[in-house]
């Protein structure tokens, strides 16, 4: 490996494999290369695929100091979502997360080599992916630091749900109005996270939130009390795309932002559930019932492209004369 001149710190981004944690990972990606550092980007083949693929604002292989580590993974069933499941999470995911663990050796074996490379190795990881650094500690100059995908309110809220109480310097009408997250996740992926928090307390230097102060002083300051005194944390977000354009012709906005331009200020309803959770078909047809009773313009997000390699189906675009929906549908 060539070491750049002048240059004394690598930046090293190991995402989780789902589509909206690797999306902000690469768009973090975006911001660190403009300061010129070396910057490896790693993950499995298809994810790695997938994430170059979607990408929207600009092209990161375009960015001659972002470099891509594709790992191979062993083989791994994916069922089909079970949108009639009393847990709502996706736990179709779960073969795709736990495989993850077969990228500990190959990302070690990057550590090592940048290590003996560069004074200083800054490591920035999904928090849902800390097992894969457990021999991160072994190695010199390498400083590790975890990126929180979901809001500082919701980290916290899960935060008083564990203790199950909320503290008395937090008290807030929302963090009070909080249900319990009994049942939100299944037992498997409640476990998996609890994994990763015990890896996660091993290796980590400091926390970077998918959040700003203008947003979320008020939460963002309640973790900062939970933290020990050497754990720091940043807020670098919210982490978007700079702009969006049309793929095949990068002069043209994307026709979404073109139609969005053309409504009044706050005149578009958006719906988006994510991939942490699952519709029945019932419900998505309430949703549409819904919005179009609504009689107000919109943009739908139905989505399924987490469950595993896009490239073997296809993306159906539909357009409505009050809104727009867009539908990942993986086929065959």
């Known amino acids: 490996m060539v070491k750049l001149s002048n240059v004394e710190v690598a930046v090293v981004m190991i995402p989780l494999p789902t589509q909206g944690h690797l999306n902000q990972l690469l768009h973090l990606s975006r911001l660190i290369s403009a300061y010129h550092l070396p910057l490896h980007f790693t993950g499995t083949t298809t994810h790695l695929r997938q994430a170059k693929n979607r990408v929207q604002g600009w092209d990161p292989l375009s960015t001659?100091?972002?470099?891509?580590?594709?790992?191979?993974?062993?083989?791994?069933?994916?069922?089909?979502?079970?949108?009639?499941?009393?847990?709502?999470?996706p736990s179709h995911l779960m073969p795709?997360?736990?495989?993850?663990?077969?990228?500990?050796?190959p990302i070690s074996s990057l550590l090592h080599e940048l290590s003996r490379n560069y004074k200083r190795v800054i490591?920035?990881?999904?928090?849902?992916?800390?097992?894969?650094?457990?021999?991160?500690?072994?190695?010199?100059?390498?400083?590790?630091?975890?990126?929180?995908?979901?809001?500082?309110f919701t980290i916290y809220s899960f935060i008083c749900d564990a203790a199950g109480r909320l503290p008395a310097d937090?008290?807030?009408?929302?963090?009070?109005?909080i249900s319990s997250m009994e049942g939100c996740f299944t037992s498997e992926f409640a476990e998996f996270s609890r994994v990763q928090t015990e890896f996660r307390e091993m290796v980590n230097s400091g926390d970077l939130y998918n959040s700003c102060y203008e947003i979320e002083g008020f939460y963002l300051d309640l973790l900062a009390k939970e933290k020990s005194a050497g754990n720091k944390q940043w807020a670098v977000g919210p982490l978007n795309p700079p702009k969006l354009f049309d793929k095949r012709d990068s002069r043209k906005p994307h026709k979404c932002i073109k139609w969005l331009d053309e409504q009044?200020?706050?005149s578009v309803i958006f719906a988006s559930f994510g991939t942490t959770t699952t519709l029945s078909d019932e419900e998505i047809k309430e949703l549409a019932i819904g919005l179009e009773k609504s009689e107000k313009k919109f943009i739908w997000v139905l989505r399924e492209a987490d469950k595993g390699d896009i490239f073997?189906?296809?993306?159906?675009k539909l357009s409505y004369q009050?809104?727009?929906k867009k539908k990942w549908r993986k086929e065959g």
């Open 64 to 89: 001659s100091n972002v470099k891509f580590h594709e790992f191979s993974i062993p083989s791994y069933e994916t069922p089909p979502p079970n949108p009639n499941s009393t847990t709502k999470f």
């Open 96 to 105: 795709s997360l736990l495989a993850t663990c077969h990228l500990r050796h």
């Open 123 to 152: 490591v920035i990881y999904d928090s849902l992916i800390a097992w894969v650094l457990q021999d991160a500690p072994s190695i010199p100059n390498v400083e590790c630091y975890s990126f929180r995908s979901i809001s500082g």
């Open 170 to 177: 937090a008290e807030n009408e929302f963090l009070e109005k």
């Open 264 to 266: 009044e200020p706050n």
């Open 312 to 316: 073997t189906g296809k993306v159906e």
């Open 322 to 324: 009050k809104g727009m």
